[in-house]
């Protein structure tokens, strides 16, 4: 893998950076491999690079029915955190922010990684107990979250001038989670691409999938796709709101369902708000790109919907309640919007898990699947590698819908 560093970059910039090699191949697609992975998102790429490096299986094509990054791991707020509620997440979420932070180093490249902590704005009591039983469970992981006043939450947030002590819903204190950051969503695919074609899988772009294969025996055997029938003893299903779709091909129906998600950006501006705002009582969330955007994410759709644009009522929603606490912000223009899709579960837990058709795995369920691609990358590629379930992903199995065994996870950004 060629290095990248300031001295390849001057050395490169004398002959025009005319030198430079591939980030990653374009190889034929073989009729076998050890394992597949369908979909060249943030999730099949993180699990492909920890099957090469860490587990020694290289023997890996990740096939992609569109452009590499240019699904869901595109269409998110970039937000990484670990403040969640229950005891099996919280440490899957540490773990993801911890490899995160290193990602820039471990993959040689530039994820654009800033740590700049998130200020909840609390605005009903109701909400303040429940931060304040999650900061609690946090404590006992290593996950910083801490309450601050009303006044330190305007310091914070200087662009913060509603929700004064006559507002419908007036801000009432707030909580900050230190380990939260942001980084460039592009860079996290292409490093973990260009990391494991290094090691040897290959990423088939275009070359979406049709149709899962059983065999006689019920087990996974291949995929059909538009380029024809790829073998393989063991395919993962990372596509993110269309796993059903995918695994319904093979008679497997999920507990799951398929919801779209909204995001806005705003022209850029100048620097105005340096840490990720999050506003769960208002339905809201949002940081300040390097570029000076405005990243905005509100609630999601609430009905089930396969769309991947936005709903005018749910924009109107999101952007009522933003400019009731930030009314400067009424004289921003609109750059682009998008909708992302999410499978969730019934807990809003995601499933990571071997399905009853032995040798098919999934990773779905994802709410806010972002944050969660390095940890869920490791451990889905040590379950498909060994057969057992890594501890950190135990309680995201598959096994406890049949036993009602459920994680049910309130720590979402905007869970209504």
């Known amino acids: 893998m060629q290095d990248y560093s300031l001295l390849s970059l001057l050395r490169?910039?004398?002959?025009?950076?005319?030198?430079?090699?591939?980030?990653?191949?374009?190889?034929p697609l073989k009729p076998r491999y050890e394992v597949v992975i369908i979909g060249a998102g943030g999730h099949g790429l993180a699990t492909a690079y920890y099957l090469a490096k860490e587990h020694g299986i290289t023997d890996v094509?990740?096939?992609?029915?569109?452009?590499?990054?240019?699904?869901n791991i595109a269409r998110n707020t970039v937000t990484i955190r670990s403040n969640y509620m229950r005891d099996a997440s919280i440490p899957f979420y540490v773990k993801s922010v911890e490899l995160y932070e290193g990602l820039t180093k471990a993959l040689n490249f530039n994820m654009m990684h800033s740590k700049r902590s998130m200020v909840d704005v609390v605005q009903t009591w109701g909400k303040m107990r429940e931060l304040r039983r999650r900061q609690l469970v946090m404590d006992i992981y290593g996950s910083t979250y801490q309450p601050i006043s009303t006044e330190e939450v305007r310091r914070r947030i200087p662009a913060l001038t509603g929700g004064g002590p006559d507002a419908r819903l007036p801000i009432l204190g707030g909580m900050v989670h230190t380990d939260a950051a942001v980084n460039r969503h592009d860079a996290v695919a292409w490093g973990y691409a260009r990391a494991a074609?290094?090691?040897?899988?290959?990423?088939?772009?275009?070359?979406?999938?049709?149709?899962?294969?059983?065999?006689?025996?019920?087990k996974i055997e291949g995929v059909e796709t538009n380029r024809g029938t790829v073998r393989a003893g063991k395919v993962v299903v990372a596509v993110s709101g269309h796993t059903t779709t995918?695994?319904?091909?093979?008679?497997?129906?999920?507990?799951?369902?398929t919801m779209n998600l909204t995001a806005f950006v705003s022209e850029p501006v100048k620097p105005l708000v340096d840490v990720i705002v999050n506003c769960p009582d208002s339905g809201f969330y949002f940081s300040q790109s390097d570029k000076g955007e405005m990243v905005i994410g509100g609630a999601p759709d609430p009905g089930q919907s396969f769309r991947r644009d936005i709903k005018q009522n749910v924009f109107e929603d999101t952007?009522?309640?933003?400019?009731?606490?930030?009314?400067?912000?009424?004289?921003?223009?609109?750059?682009?919007?998008?909708?992302?899709?999410?499978?969730?579960?019934?807990?809003?837990s995601p499933i990571m898990d071997e399905t009853d058709i032995p040798g098919l795995f999934v990773t779905a369920g994802w709410w806010g699947g972002y944050k969660a691609i390095p940890a869920g990358g490791l451990t889905l590629a040590h379950l498909v590698a060994t057969g057992r379930p890594h501890p950190?992903?135990?309680?995201?199995?598959?096994?406890?819908?049949?036993?009602?065994?459920?994680?049910?996870?309130?720590?979402?950004?905007?869970?209504?």
């Open 319 to 348: 952007v009522t309640a933003m400019l009731s606490l930030f009314p400067s912000f009424k004289r921003l223009k609109l750059m682009r919007q998008w909708g992302g899709h999410l499978d969730i579960a019934q807990d809003a």
């Open 61 to 71: 094509a990740v096939l992609e029915r569109g452009w590499l990054g240019g699904g």
């Open 12 to 27: 490169h910039g004398l002959n025009k950076h005319q030198g430079w090699t591939r980030a990653w191949r374009a190889p």
């Open 392 to 416: 950190l992903m135990a309680d995201f199995t598959l096994k406890r819908f049949r036993h009602l065994d459920y994680v049910m996870e309130t720590g979402t950004t905007t869970a209504r």
């Open 197 to 218: 074609d290094a090691m040897g899988v290959e990423i088939q772009q275009q070359t979406p999938v049709l149709s899962l294969i059983r065999g006689p025996d019920g």
């Open 246 to 257: 995918i695994t319904e091909t093979a008679g497997l129906r999920l507990p799951l369902r």
